[in-house]
C-alpha cells in the first residue's frame, strides 16, 4: 500500500504528518486482501493563506476503485479526522455495491417496490 502526505500553501510539519498517517492507518483494514502496490492512498493538506480555513482531501485509488473524500474547515485536526471518516463510509459503500454486483450476476439488486 502506497501513502502519500502532500502540504499545500502550509510548511511540512512532522507533527501534523504523524498523525494525519495515524488516522490513515484506519483505511488500510479496508485493503488487506488486495496486492499492496496496487492501492494508492494520498491525503492532501492545504492551507488558504487569507481565509484562515483548511482543507483535507483524501483519494484512494485501486483497480476497483476511484474515491474521492474532502473537507473543509477552520481547524486542520479536525478535518483529518472527519475526512478520514468520510472516507471509511465511502469505501465502505463501495466495498459493499461491488459485492452486491457480484452476488446478484453484474445488475445490482431490485428494491422491493410498495404497493
Known amino acids: ?27 488500510h483494514k479496508f485493503f488487506k ?20 480555513y483548511f482543507m483535507a482531501e483524501i483519494k484512494v485509488k485501486t483497480a476497483q476503485y476511484d474515491l474521492l473524500a474532502k473537507k473543509e474547515g477552520a481547524d486542520l485536526y479536525p478535518m483529518i479526522d472527519q475526512t478520514v471518516h468520510t472516507m471509511e463510509k465511502e469505501i465502505a459503500r463501495s466495498k459493499e455495491k461491488h459485492v452486491s454486483q457480484k452476488k446478484h450476476g453484474g445488475v445490482p439488486p431490485l428494491k422491493e417496490e410498495a404497493e
Request: overall charge positive; aromatic content about 6%.
Open 1 to 27: 500500500m502506497q501513502t502519500k502526505i502532500t502540504f499545500r500553501g502550509m510548511d511540512h510539519s512532522e507533527a501534523i504528518e504523524r498523525y494525519a498517517r495515524t488516522k490513515m492507518e484506519k483505511l
Open 33 to 52: 486482501k488486495e496486492n499492496p502496490g496496487s492501492v494508492f492512498i494520498t491525503m492532501t493538506l492545504d492551507s488558504h493563506r487569507t481565509k484562515h
